[in-house]
């Protein structure tokens, strides 16, 4: 069965550290991972995807790593800010015919605080 | 903003109320998606759909009822809807089925159910 598992569950800095937030996936044949940022009361926003040859990926402050030996993904923030707050979601795409099909993780809670 | 828009954000209905849900997206994408967002439990998708066709419902309740009149736009009609039913309610949007994963979502519709 496809999974994705996040940890932690809910993760609470200050202002200006960094921190790393983990996917662990068992999902088959692996297509492509996503992560999503979701600010509360909005949709996820995508925020990097890496496919099975990439092994790091970043979007200015954010960088995803991907292990696809271990199915492993991290998710780093560098220099957080409070704008950060919000869920981080890593979404595994199995490829299948005609398409792709998702597998979403629970999500990891980023609190920001002064 | 992510180009997908839905109304209402926020909905109150009691068990016997017949409402519905509305998704519109201008970014000239050709598959729509509803999905499910309950606390704490991944994103559950709930129906697909590909130049206005149904192509995956994924053993919805029949109080559950899509429609898609065209490209752009997505409905969903909710009826005798139970308690459990209380969760945020979110639309995507992708260029093709084949991308199934590059998905843009709207801001969702929370949803509670009395």
């Known amino acids: 069965k496809n999974q994705v598992e996040q940890s932690p569950q809910s993760l609470i800095i200050l202002e200006g550290k960094n921190c790393t937030l983990q996917?662990?996936?068992?999902?088959?044949?692996?297509?492509?991972l996503r992560w999503y940022k979701q600010d509360t009361g909005r949709g996820p926003v995508s925020l990097t995807i890496?496919?099975?040859?990439?092994n790091t990926k970043s979007n200015g402050r954010y960088t995803a790593t991907l292990d696809a030996d271990t199915k492993q993904s991290s998710l780093h923030i560098t220099a957080s800010q409070l704008s950060d707050s919000a869920s981080y979601i890593c979404?595994?795409?199995?490829?299948?015919?005609?398409?792709?099909?998702?597998?979403f993780g629970t999500g990891t809670q980023l609190k920001v605080e002064l | 903003e992510t180009g997908v828009t839905q109304t209402p954000r926020h909905l109150v209905m009691g068990m016997t109320n017949k409402k519905s849900l509305k998704c519109e997206q201008h970014?000239?994408?050709?598959?729509m998606y509803w999905y499910k967002q309950s606390a704490k439990k991944p994103l559950e998708l709930m129906f697909v759909?590909?130049?206005?066709?149904?192509?995956e419902n994924n053993s919805v309740p029949s109080r559950f009822s899509p429609e898609c009149p065209n490209s752009s736009h997505l409905f969903l009609h909710l009826h005798t809807l139970q308690p459990e039913d209380s969760a945020l309610y979110l639309c995507?949007?992708?260029?093709?089925?084949?991308?199934?994963?590059?998905?843009?979502f709207g801001p969702g519709t929370r949803l509670t159910v009395l």
């Open positions: 759909y590909n130049f206005k066709e149904q192509t």
């Open positions: 890496m496919t099975f040859s990439e």
């Open positions: 979404v595994v795409s199995a490829r299948r015919g005609g398409g792709n099909k998702l597998t």
């Open positions: 995507a949007s992708s260029q093709e089925l084949a991308t199934y994963n590059e998905q843009f």
């Open positions: 996917c662990n996936y068992t999902v088959s044949p692996f297509s492509n």
């Open positions: 970014l000239g994408h050709n598959a």
